[in-house]
Structure formats: structure tokens, C-alpha cells
């Protein structure tokens, strides 16, 4: 009777055995994936990298050699230019980050209060808000109706509000942040606060939110991503200069730069100082400036970001 007990223990730890050493990845396999993982990195760092060095670049460094991760003369005249061309710049950076605060804090209001509902069995009619959503996200109204909402129904048009209002809901975030809701908060939990005492309210702020921080986090840096690469808005929108947000004033110093540069050969006296202008650099320059801040915001939100979009993704 030993016998056989010992012979099926050993039997089980070697298919345990087995089974972990399928799972293994093997020395070779390691060293692939790490070098796929580092080539991938490579891809995505480099041309930031590239962009970051030609913005240093002399201009005439680069119509002579090209783009060069190692150029033979530095220059920060594209910068210069690009600080002194536009003299609203720093308000322009106070604005977008005043509406990309504000933006996301209330798009991530209205997305889940919206969602959450949807989210709850016992709530009666989250099939047909479900496909009010859904159906926004194949048709829409076209341009014409929706300037005329928001100058003639809603008259926000050159305010810091035509830049918020149009982004507050996403239906693609909303369903995102029902499923995070679904696969996150147990409905016992709820049924739980609600013997306790807790109203709606109290359970979806102080129950559900903490517990659906990788879903906040996920969904506030898709909005912020939104929110401060927009120059769509002013553009359509926006005419008062102290308005602009940083995307919308470096897209109009881009412009000017271009136009300056095409116009060089028409301007006698002027030839000269236009011939030398930063076109290319400032190009870079423009793009190094606008991608700045939301570089430094990845790693902060890097952990609930990869955590949530997961876990969003794994039922529909």
C-alpha cells in the first residue's frame, strides 16, 4: 500500500515537473524576446531622439548633411525663434494646461457616470442608453450641425469651454469603463453597502472609484492625450489671440515660418535674414515643445495604464 502511495506522489511530481518545464522559456528563447523587446524600444525611441537632436541642429548644418543623430554644429536659434515669434506662448501653455486639467477631470465625470449605470445589472433601461452611445460612434451629423450647436444653440464659440464641452463624452472610454466596472466591482459589494446603509451616491464614490483606479488612470490619460494634442477646436472655433492653446499657436508660428521661407526670394532687403530662417529646426523645436509634458506624464501613469487597458480588453 506504501508502495503504490509513493509510486502516484511520484508520478504527480513528475507531471508537475513536466509541466513546469514547459512553461519555461529556454536560454535561447530569453535572449530572442529580450532583443525583440529591445529592438521594439529602439523603434520608438530613436526618431524622439531624432527629432530632439535636429531641433539643436544649425540650419545650414542641415541643408548641407541632412538629419543626423551627430551633427558637426549645434544651434538653438530655432528655439529662440520660436519663443520670440509668438508672444503668447506662455499663455497659451497656461491655457492648455488649464483645459487639459479641467477637461479630463470632467470627461472622466460624465464617462463614468454614464458607464457605471451600465455596468449594474438591475438597472432597466442600460440596453437602450447602451445603444444611444453605440450608435453615436457610427453616425454622426456632419460638420455644419455641430458648428451650429455650439455657436447658435450653445453659444460657447471663443471661450475656454469650446475647447472642453465637444470631448466630454467619448462612447469608445464609456464602454471601456463598463467593462472595468463589470470585471471590478462584484455586485455583492454593492448589495453589501446597500445593508449597510449607503445610497448610490456614497457607494459609486467612496466604493467603486478607489477600487477602479487603473480604469481611471487608463481612461484620464486617453482624455489628457485628447485634450492637449487638440488644436482642431480653436482652429474651427477660437479668433481671440489669448485664447490659442499651445498646439493651435505652434501650428500657426509653423505656418508663418513656412510662409517667411517661401517668400524669401521676393524680399530684396530682407533676402538675407529670411533665407535664415530656422524652418527645419523649428519644425522640431515646434514638436519637441508640444510633445514635452505628456512625456513626462507616461511613467506616472504607466502601471494602472498597462493594468487597465488589460483588464478593459479581456470581455466586450
Known amino acids: 500500500?506504501?508502495?503504490?502511495?509513493?509510486?502516484?506522489?511520484?508520478?504527480?511530481?513528475?507531471?508537475?515537473?513536466?509541466?513546469?518545464?514547459?512553461?519555461?522559456?529556454?536560454?535561447?528563447?530569453?535572449?530572442?524576446?529580450n532583443l525583440?523587446?529591445?529592438?521594439?524600444?529602439?523603434?520608438?525611441?530613436?526618431?524622439?531622439?531624432?527629432?530632439?537632436?535636429?531641433?539643436?541642429?544649425?540650419?545650414?548644418?542641415?541643408?548641407?548633411?541632412?538629419?543626423?543623430?551627430f551633427p558637426e554644429k549645434y544651434s538653438v536659434k530655432a528655439y529662440d525663434y520660436v519663443i520670440t515669434a509668438g508672444d503668447t506662448i506662455w499663455r497659451a501653455y497656461g491655457v492648455s494646461i488649464l483645459v487639459t486639467i479641467l477637461?479630463?477631470?470632467?470627461?472622466?465625470?460624465?464617462?463614468?457616470l454614464y458607464a457605471y449605470p451600465l455596468s449594474r445589472q438591475s438597472f432597466k433601461y442600460k440596453n437602450f442608453f447602451s445603444f444611444f452611445a453605440y450608435f453615436t460612434m457610427i453616425f454622426g451629423g456632419g460638420l455644419v450641425p455641430w458648428y451650429m450647436v455650439y455657436t447658435q444653440l450653445i453659444p460657447i464659440?471663443?471661450?475656454?469651454?469650446?475647447?472642453?464641452?465637444?470631448?466630454?463624452?467619448?462612447?469608445?472610454?464609456?464602454?471601456?469603463m463598463r467593462t472595468f466596472f463589470k470585471t471590478t466591482v462584484h455586485e455583492s459589494i454593492i448589495e453589501s453597502a446597500k445593508i449597510d446603509g449607503a445610497g448610490e451616491f456614497r457607494i459609486f464614490f467612496v466604493i467603486v472609484l478607489p477600487l477602479c483606479k487603473a480604469g481611471l488612470a487608463t481612461i484620464g490619460l486617453f482624455c489628457t492625450l485628447g485634450y492637449w494634442n487638440d488644436w482642431w477646436l480653436p482652429l474651427v472655433f477660437i479668433t481671440e489671440h489669448k485664447l490659442y492653446n499651445i498646439q493651435y499657436l505652434m501650428y500657426q508660428t509653423l505656418n508663418?515660418?513656412?510662409?517667411?521661407?517661401?517668400?524669401?526670394?521676393?524680399?530684396s532687403e530682407s533676402s538675407k535674414v529670411l533665407a535664415d530662417l530656422p524652418s527645419e529646426s523649428a519644425r522640431m523645436a515646434i514638436a519637441v515643445i508640444s510633445i514635452g509634458p505628456i512625456i513626462f506624464a507616461y511613467p506616472f501613469f504607466q502601471k494602472y495604464f498597462v493594468k487597465g487597458l488589460t483588464i478593459g480588453a479581456v470581455k466586450g
Open 103 to 112: 477637461g479630463t477631470i470632467l470627461s472622466l465625470m460624465v464617462i463614468c
Open 157 to 176: 464659440k471663443n471661450t475656454l469651454w469650446i475647447m472642453i464641452v465637444p470631448y466630454l463624452m467619448n462612447a469608445w472610454y464609456m464602454m471601456i
Open 1 to 33: 500500500m506504501n508502495g503504490t502511495v509513493e509510486i502516484e506522489k511520484t508520478g504527480i511530481l513528475k507531471m508537475l515537473k513536466s509541466r513546469r518545464l514547459g512553461n519555461k522559456v529556454s536560454p535561447t528563447g530569453n535572449i530572442l524576446i
Open 36 to 69: 525583440l523587446f529591445i529592438i521594439c524600444s529602439i523603434i520608438c525611441i530613436a526618431p524622439i531622439i531624432l527629432i530632439t537632436v535636429i531641433s539643436f541642429t544649425d540650419e545650414k548644418e542641415l541643408l548641407v548633411n541632412g538629419y543626423s543623430f
Open 256 to 267: 508663418s515660418i513656412q510662409y517667411l521661407a517661401s517668400g524669401s526670394a521676393q524680399f
